[in-house]
């Protein structure tokens, strides 16, 4: 079950790769890379879930890996556990398909 949290990113498509962060709370998820900042909607069914999220450059630095800016994507994925596996496609982009990994990141305690 994808749950409330913090995850680590990574992602790919055919022109490239990248990491990032994503947070999910009370029906949404946001979060950025090293170019991109990121913010939608998701809906969990058990394991499964679906994200519309829309995705905006805040660096020049180099390309996406969509070839494109500001699109929106549409994500369905599962997440039986804290590893969860996605994969997404951009209307305005037709045939690159993203593939994703998200792991849910936890505090250890501190030792004083």
Known sequence: MLRDGTYAVWFKTPRGQGTGIAHVADGRIWGRDSIMIYSGTC??????????????????RHASVFGADNLTLKLEGTCPGKIGKY???????????????????EERPTKC
């Open 43 to 60: 809906e969990v069914d058990g394991d499964r879930f679906t994200a519309i999220v829309t995705i905006k450059r805040h660096s020049e």
């Open 87 to 105: 994969v997404g496609t951009a209307e305005r982009v037709p045939g690159v398909v993203l593939e994703g990994t998200l792991i849910l990141s």
